[in-house]
């Protein structure tokens, strides 16, 4: 087959057409995952021009002139630019890649314009790995590797069944080896695939960096993975002290909060708080704005590019595309400690003029009741427990100026973002300094990967009130006075029983293998940097990664993965072996003084004559000649392979005796 293939005549030949189907359904699969990362311009005009692209196949049509090529690259140009800004980078080279190589497809005169189409299908594959690294993405490369390597073969000649066969093995066996190699070399501080992340202002967690009445309650009905959590020594937390904050609230114009900029946050104001265990973990999340989620309350850290504001809150210092493995460290406390300003204090108790004019009537009465900010608190909580609030995805609002009087006093039927902002309200009516967090509740834990996952369905907002007592900021969720289960127990416990259908069941063996699986993938494949190659290292006793470490692992690890391909040579070898032909042409090389050409034409019946006219036909060589002449001409079917392995042997074992 390499010889045909290296023929420049057979190189212009036209392949099958059954063979040109096979590739044209492979750029369709090559493409799958990236109809759901490019924008739906580009992926329409792949679509046609892979439909048109069939449609000249089942018509038998010739290829289209290079004309025809041209108007349509220019197309494909256009498309991508209007669609994505630019033809380079992640989004505009993938997707310009994409046109390219369907362009091509049109480009099948010959076998090497096959060719050339199936190692561009090769490069998309790497592109589209850019953009998700989750496990259902790695059996799609596979069967993808797969499929190309049988279209090669089936451009080599193959029958399909046995171009699939081919390329199967020779995919399981080329596996082990590449596993070695992935743990072996030495990895750099970040997976290779990271790539700046191309738009700063874009994010996929769900969580918005503004809050209003319902962008919770909307954002918790999506069951989409947010991060996974892993905590060390042993630490098993309970589900009510999992409060993941990602965001601090303060600006409040009245119909909506905004985030604090943190860029001008000064941290040194930062006081020690009550002290509380600490708590080592780990998140596995994708970076989005440089938003890392953080188990309250976070000890400040610098570390691994990362840095932590006075409000609380993580940032990574740079923000990349893709997975990022981060460690942190938390104090279970409902307590932070800070001192503030006066300046501090009047914008942390600042509402809008004449808004709300009941809330505040009613902050005024909650204060005479109350001899301190935390009997405050308490007034406020009792006062939602009290009045038949209600929990509800789908609440009654008023969007009007006094939105908060109306859930107060009229609605009282709301999701967290309505509790939290009544109750900050309330605080600040009442000249106490409150703010906003969203983030996430609880999480759900996997036992086999002993895990926490959590998911868009588990946002949540809560308030923070400081208190001048402490010097400290406290914790308030204002949802358990109402709904007390939702700290413990989730969101879809705390719902009345009729809104619980919107969210999926997952609490199947299935469900529990695939998210073992994904957080097992994400942990040694996608985030398998420099640091999780050092504690591997370690585990198997080989120290620091270093070149004589390395060196070990891929002599050791090296040789087991070399076994499933010698044994394969040597089925190989026994396949291709004829042992009768083999071993006649073997006995016949060492009786005879002759050139190759002359011994080929040398029967079984002429070498009898030929040995026994120079008196070397002995009793064993005439054996095994009558044998081969029993074996090859007088039985209608060769005798089994075992047998004539065995007469090869006898061959073998005369021709040391002549010697």
């Known amino acids: 087959m390499v010889m045909w293939l290296a023929?420049?005549?057979?190189?212009?030949?036209?392949?099958?057409?059954?063979?040109?189907?096979?590739?044209?359904?492979?750029?369709?699969?090559?493409?799958?995952?990236?109809?759901?990362?490019?924008?739906?311009?580009?992926?329409?005009?792949?679509?046609?021009?892979?439909?048109?692209?069939?449609?000249l196949w089942a018509l038998n049509i010739k290829p289209l002139s290079w004309l025809w090529l041209v108007l349509l690259l220019a197309v494909a140009v256009v498309v991508v630019w209007q669609q994505i800004g630019t033809v380079i980078g992640r989004e505009g080279g993938v997707a310009f890649l994409l046109l390219l190589t369907v362009l091509k497809a049109y480009e099948g005169r010959g076998l090497r314009d096959w060719q050339v189409l199936l190692l561009a299908m090769l490069v998309v594959m790497g592109g589209a790995v850019l953009f998700n690294q989750n496990v259902l993405m790695a059996v799609w490369l596979l069967l993808g590797l797969m499929l190309l390597s049988a279209d090669m073969a089936l451009l080599g000649g193959l029958k399909p069944g046995d171009?699939?066969?081919q390329s199967a093995q020779a995919l399981a066996l080329a596996l082990p080896l590449a596993a070695v190699l992935f743990?072996?070399?030495?990895?750099?501080?970040?997976p290779l695939w990271r790539i700046p992340q191309h738009n700063p202002n874009q994010a996929s967690t769900g969580l918005s960096d503004t809050m209003r009445p319902g962008s919770i309650s909307d954002l918790v009905q999506s069951n989409e993975p947010a991060f996974n959590a892993t905590f060390a020594n042993g630490y098993t937390p309970l589900p009510q002290n999992l409060y993941w904050r990602v965001m601090v609230m303060a600006d409040f114009d009245g119909s909506q909060w905004r985030a604090m900029d943190e860029r001008y946050i000064d941290d040194a104001r930062a006081v020690a708080a009550p002290a509380a265990p600490v708590v080592d973990y780990q998140l596995i999340i994708r970076d989005e704005e440089g938003r890392i989620p953080a188990l309250d309350y976070p000890i400040h850290t610098d570390s691994n590019g990362l840095s932590m504001r006075l409000g609380a809150v993580v940032r990574v210092n740079r923000s990349r595309e893709g997975l990022r493995r981060v460690a942190l460290q938390a104090t279970i406390n409902p307590y932070l400690g800070q001192t503030l300003n006066e300046g501090e204090r009047a914008y942390y108790t600042r509402l809008p003029a004449q808004a709300n004019p009941q809330t505040r009537a009613l902050a005024r009465q909650l204060r005479l009741r109350s001899n301190d900010d935390k009997t405050l608190v308490n007034q406020a909580l009792a006062y939602f427990r009290r009045e038949g609030f209600v929990y509800t995805l789908q609440p009654l609002r008023n969007q009007g100026a006094d939105s908060t009087d109306y859930f107060l006093f009229q609605g009282r039927e709301g999701f967290c973002e309505d509790y939290a902002n009544a109750?900050?309200?309330?605080?600040r009516a009442a000249d106490v300094p409150a703010r906003i967090v969203t983030g996430y509740l609880g999480g759900e834990y996997n036992p086999q990967g002993q895990f926490w996952q959590v998911r868009s369905k588990d946002a949540h907002a809560w308030a923070e009130v400081w208190l001048a007592s402490e010097n400290a900021w406290l914790r308030v969720d204002p949802t358990t006075a109402v709904a007390e289960v939702?700290?413990?127990?989730?969101?879809?416990?705390?719902?009345?029983?009729?809104?619980r259908g919107a969210f999926m069941p997952q609490n199947s063996w299935l469900y529990g293998i695939g998210q073992s699986s994904q957080f097992y993938w994400q942990q040694w494949v996608v985030n398998f940097d420099a640091n999780r190659q050092q504690n591997l290292f370690q585990r198997l006793g080989l120290g620091r990664v270093s070149l004589g470490s390395v060196g070990i692992l891929l002599l050791l690890g090296g040789s087991a993965a070399v076994l499933p391909l010698l044994w394969w040579w040597r089925r190989q070898?026994?396949?291709?072996?004829?042992?009768?032909?083999?071993?006649?042409?073997?006995?016949?090389?060492?009786?005879?003084?002759?050139?190759s050409e002359e011994i080929a034409a040398i029967g079984p019946l002429e070498l009898q004559q030929l040995l026994a006219a120079h008196q070397q036909l002995s009793a064993p060589l005439q054996t095994l000649l009558d044998d081969y002449i029993r074996y090859v001409y007088a039985d209608d079917t060769l005798p089994p392979p075992a047998e004539q392995r065995r007469w090869y042997r006898r061959v073998k074992s005369a021709i040391r005796k002549i010697k």
């Open 423 to 427: 109750f900050v309200n309330l605080m």
């Open 7 to 55: 023929n420049p005549a057979f190189l212009r030949q036209e392949p099958p057409r059954q063979v040109q189907l096979a590739l044209l359904l492979t750029l369709l699969w090559v493409a799958l995952p990236l109809l759901w990362s490019l924008p739906p311009g580009v992926i329409a005009l792949f679509g046609v021009l892979w439909l048109l692209r069939m449609a």
């Open 486 to 499: 939702r700290a413990s127990g989730g969101v879809v416990s705390a719902l009345p029983p009729g809104q």
């Open 183 to 190: 743990v072996a070399v030495p990895r750099v501080a970040e």
């Open 163 to 165: 171009a699939v066969r």
């Open 573 to 595: 070898q026994r396949r291709n072996r004829q042992p009768l032909a083999d071993g006649f042409m073997l006995l016949k090389s060492a009786l005879l003084d002759a050139d």
